[in-house]
């Protein structure tokens, strides 16, 4: 018989059924010279089958060699030559998980891996914020500071410049539709596009819809919406729901009219192939939004809630933390006022008491 053939099938089945060990075979010998034979044989099984296994896939049988713990250094104990060790496979990172509501968004989106700094306003208007106070090279220089200030606040998240241009604007008065709104001119929207390109900004299009509606008037921008740089801002504030006079009231939307933006934005995004679509909502007031749990985050849009007051550091802050830290829906935006801010307080809020805020705003508009 050779000593080396493997077990075959029966063989392991019996061994298998039979309770009885060569351990404890051996140990109950009656004759040392017998227990003496069969641990030999043992040993010389195990011998000839690692040989053979060995054999089968080409390897070389190294000896093993067992080094001694040294007890002290005066004790050095002799081992064996140092061989190469084999390297450990690297080990494949996990990507980051996604720490936002909402699932993870398509590839190209903004946040969070940006901050977005925004300058606020009509460009036909000098009384309706920065964008259209300053001559627009003097306004982009402006631009350039915030930027700076706020990448030395956060050095670690980069800075996206941006220009947000309402384009829809609340009119006290109902107009020839009866809708008290005021579309802007496709020259206007142009020309906020040039300014923003020499400085490689993103542009939002705003809308106070007034007693129109998001379904009547997002179709009328589709085309700019269908660029990959431009997004879209909705204010609350100016939707007239209950047929009020903008200004007189506060207005609001609910999250059906949210809803709509998204899918719109995402059937966008969808068919021309664009990175996520950014939607900021306006909001300063618990009426403001409505049935916020129900607005259905999408890949392909990133809603960001958007705190819209003015006034004193410490009312700013209390407002952030009621309507927006408290209903944060997504990402979360921070406004300041260059000059209504200041009516009740002496300074501006810095950079660094907007990163203190729980959650840290990802957008940053100036007005």
């Known amino acids: 018989m050779n000593p080396c053939r493997p077990l075959s099938e029966n063989t392991l089945s019996r061994k298998e059924a039979q309770p009885t060990t060569w351990l404890h075979f051996i140990k109950h010998s009656v004759t040392k010279q017998a227990g003496t034979a069969l641990l030999c044989a043992l040993l010389l099984h195990s011998s000839c089958s690692q040989k053979q296994e060995a054999e089968a896939a080409n390897l070389e ?142 542009v939002f299009l705003d809308i106070q819809v007034g007693q129109s509606t998001l379904q009547e008037e997002l179709p009328q921008l589709a085309e700019y919406l269908k660029m990959p740089q431009v997004h879209l801002g909705i204010d609350a504030e100016f939707s007239m729901k209950n047929g009020g006079v903008p200004g007189r009231s506060i207005g609001s939307f609910d999250a059906e009219d949210i809803n709509f933006a998204t899918e719109y934005l995402a059937e966008l995004a969808q068919e021309n192939q664009l990175p996520p679509k950014l939607l900021i909502v306006h909001r300063f007031t618990q009426g403001m939004i409505t049935n916020h749990d129900r607005i259905k985050l999408r890949p392909e849009v990133q809603v960001v809630m958007h705190m819209d007051g003015w006034g004193h550091p410490a009312l700013k802050k209390d407002t952030y933390r009621r309507y927006i830290q408290k209903e944060p829906v997504q990402f979360t935006g921070f406004k300041v006022f260059y000059k209504n801010d200041l009516r009740k307080s002496p300074r501006l809020m810095s950079p660094d008491e907007i990163l203190a805020l729980d959650p840290k705003p990802l957008y940053i508009q100036y007005q």
Do not use: C
């Open 61 to 202: 049988i190294s000896p093993t060699v067992t080094t001694a713990q040294p007890d002290s250094a005066a004790n050095p104990v002799m081992t064996a030559p140092e061989t190469d060790a084999v390297a450990e496979a690297p080990s494949i990172k996990e990507a980051d998980p996604w720490e936002y509501p909402g699932p993870k968004p398509t590839p190209g989106a903004v946040l969070p891996q940006k901050r977005i700094i925004a300058f606020y306003g009509n460009p036909l208007s000098r009384r309706m914020g920065i964008l259209g106070e300053l001559p627009p090279d003097q306004m982009l220089a402006k631009l350039d500071e915030e930027v700076q200030h706020w990448e030395a606040a956060d050095s670690l998240t980069p800075v996206q410049p941006a220009l947000h241009a309402i384009v829809v604007t609340a009119q006290g008065k109902p107009g020839r539709a009866g809708k008290y709104r005021l579309r802007m001119t496709n020259k206007m929207i142009d020309d906020v596009l040039a300014m923003a390109k020499k400085r490689d900004a993103i």
